[in-house]
């Protein structure tokens, strides 16, 4: 009978944490350069969709800078328990609208 071949699993939550790459590897920091990290996979599986979701998460940060100016928790927070993904399941926001931006997009 054949042996079961040994899992091997990527952590990309872990590999995305490395502090032998990342300056302050905890840190949130959407100005980081050069930013190697592995959220969209690495290889021939790199993930096929990766320009479509930064084109969507660059708009959605530039609507949050017109259109809010601040936002608050208002719900408790729901971790993801995955080695394929580090998140939330839930979390609650309100934001403060900022009219002004409104203003912008009518001219
Ligand atoms: C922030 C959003 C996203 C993240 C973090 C993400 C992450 C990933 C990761 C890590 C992989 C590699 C999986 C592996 O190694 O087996 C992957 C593959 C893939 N992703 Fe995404 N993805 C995102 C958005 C999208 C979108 C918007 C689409 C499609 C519109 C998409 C379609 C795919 C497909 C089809 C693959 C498989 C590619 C292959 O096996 O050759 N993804 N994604």
Redesign the pocket.
């Known amino acids: 009978m054949l042996e079961e071949p040994p899992a091997v699993t990527l952590w990309?939550a872990s590999g995305n944490r490395d502090e032998r790459v990342f300056d302050r590897p905890g840190t949130f920091d959407l100005g980081r350069t050069p930013n190697r990290h592995m959220?969209?996979?690495y290889g021939?599986?790199?993930?096929?969709?990766?320009y479509?979701?930064r084109v969507e998460?660059a708009e959605l940060l530039m609507a949050l800078r017109d259109f809010a100016t601040g936002i608050e928790q208002t719900g408790e927070t729901r971790r993801i328990r995955s080695n394929f993904l580090t998140g939330l399941s839930a979390l609650s926001v309100r934001f403060r609208p900022d009219d002004s931006g409104l203003k912008e997009v009518d001219g």
């Not at 021939?44 to 990766?50: I, L, R």
Request: net charge neutral.
């Open positions: 990309h959220a969209f996979g021939p599986h790199f993930c096929v969709g990766s479509l979701a998460i």
